[in-house]
């Protein structure tokens, strides 16, 4: 807009010398331009006499001198103030629709079910998710994929997207975040909700196979729920394929409408585990030699055995150590660089932790309230959160057990003991109990 600002001025200057001084004064120089499309230049006024007035006497040498100036404008408009408002609000809405209708398949080309690292941990999601890639519409729909965060979701959602378009180019398909659905459900009701319902819609529904990620965000976001709801029936209806991705299972996800929980417990359910050592390893392995770098073994051995809650944060600490040794100019990574790398996120200060920190974590990954995780409700959707904080407590920082009773509403030393003794058990028995406890505590670590 700036250059067509500049031809503005430069057809001033013609137009000062062809057009008799008050007529120059009084209208022309009042012209304004404010947008340019197509070829042609927008200009605004203040009236529509002032409007009027212009196009009457002096278009023609308006025009001539467009012609002079520039090859690019090749027509021109003139509006009221009250038609440029109008004018720019119209094309900002249809900006936003195009927006929200563009679509989102970019996926990641390194996310692939061979780079997938397949273990003892992920083998059945793993089957569940090339089972849908390779038959989309078949039996397993919805396909539902829960786990701790950094445990290859996404990889997997980004896998069955490339195993798709690789092998059925003809499908329309998108992946959004959680964020990214509501992001555009949202942007079209700025204007108005019967625009935003047709745009919306016409993104949403008419493809054949819809990916989202992150689906615990939407719990706090009721009116997309309802439009989630009925995207999810039409899709389910026209054998559509569903794949969603979250990291707790529908039943735990706080505040989710009941009728959306049994929508997606219609299908397959499925959840990635913690890996054990020896698929940390190969992940390792795996990520080295896909991006070339020169690690000694003791130094994969090393991040493994102590990096066991998060598959993400232990790729960037090998990316850290290959860094480290790159700075040094070493032809390949030691101990001496991992142990630089990994002292800021595996040796942790105790001291930097405090019980108002995991509290707050815990409040934040169950959505409740503090008042309602150290009160007196006793609800199964408090209690269990309660019991799992205090458990985090007393394994994370050495406090006596009656002080961290009295951070709960004044409990005794034996409720700590029982709510510490029933986690435990669960942690052995259960693999998601393991995992809630390790997301929480990667969490409280990073906070």
């Not at 002096?58 to 690019?72: C, F, M, N, R, T």
């Not at 016409?202 to 729920?225: C, G, H, P, W």
């Not at 002080?403 to 509403?409: P, R």
């Not at 409720?415 to 029933?422: A, L």
């Amino acid at each position: 807009m700036q250059k067509m600002k500049e031809i503005w001025q430069e057809i001033l200057k013609i137009l000062q010398n062809e057009v008799t001084a008050v007529s120059f004064d009084l209208w022309i120089k009042a012209l304004e331009p404010f947008d340019f499309s197509e070829g042609v230049l927008y200009l605004s006024i203040t009236s529509e006499t002032a409007k009027n007035r212009v196009l009457k006497l002096h278009k023609e040498q308006i025009l001539k001198a467009l012609k002079k100036v520039s090859d690019e404008v090749t027509d021109f408009k003139i509006m009221t103030i009250d038609e440029k408002d109008s004018f720019l609000k119209e094309n900002k809405t249809n900006e936003a629709d195009e927006k929200i209708n563009r679509p989102i398949n970019n996926f990641n080309p390194k996310y692939t079910f061979d780079s997938f690292v397949v273990g003892n941990s992920n083998k059945f999601v793993y089957a569940a998710a090339r089972g849908v890639a390779e038959n989309p519409f078949s039996k397993i729909n919805p396909l539902f994929i829960y786990g701790g965060v950094g445990l290859g979701k996404t990889h997997l959602l980004h896998a069955i997207g490339n195993y798709i378009k690789d092998k059925n180019p003809e499908l329309k398909i998108i992946y959004a975040t959680c964020e990214k659905f509501i992001y555009d459900y949202v942007e079209g009701l700025k204007n108005s909700k019967d625009r935003v319902n047709s745009s919306f819609r016409e993104k949403y529904r008419n493809l054949d196979v819809l990916m989202v990620d992150d689906i615990q965000f939407i719990s706090k976001a009721t009116a997309t729920q309802e439009e989630f709801f009925h995207t999810f029936n039409d899709l389910y209806q026209n054998n559509k394929q569903i794949i969603i991705a979250s990291d707790r299972p529908p039943k735990e996800i706080a505040t989710l409408e009941e009728r959306l929980k049994s929508r997606f417990s219609m299908g397959l359910i499925q959840d990635i585990q913690t890996p054990d050592y020896e698929t940390r390893l190969a992940i390792l392995q795996k990520k080295a030699q896909q991006e070339h770098y020169s690690i000694d073994d003791e130094v994969l051995f090393y991040i493994a055995e102590n990096c066991d809650t998060n598959i993400r944060e232990m790729e960037g600490i090998l990316s850290k150590v290959h860094f480290y040794a790159n700075l040094l100019g070493k032809e390949s990574a030691t101990m001496e660089e991992v142990q630089e790398a990994l002292k800021d996120q595996i040796r942790i200060n105790k001291q930097d932790l405090i019980p108002e920190r995991i509290i707050d974590c815990v409040c934040q990954y169950y959505s409740i309230n503090k008042s309602d995780l150290i009160g007196k409700k006793k609800n199964k959707e408090i209690v269990e959160p309660r019991q799992i904080c205090i458990y985090l407590i007393c394994e994370m920082l050495d406090l006596p057990l009656s002080s961290i009773g009295q951070l709960f509403g004044g409990r005794d030393h034996t409720t700590v003991i029982h709510s510490r003794e029933k986690i435990t058990n669960l942690i052995k028995n259960n693999s998601r109990y393991k995992t809630i406890v390790n997301d929480l505590k990667s969490m409280a670590k990073r906070s």
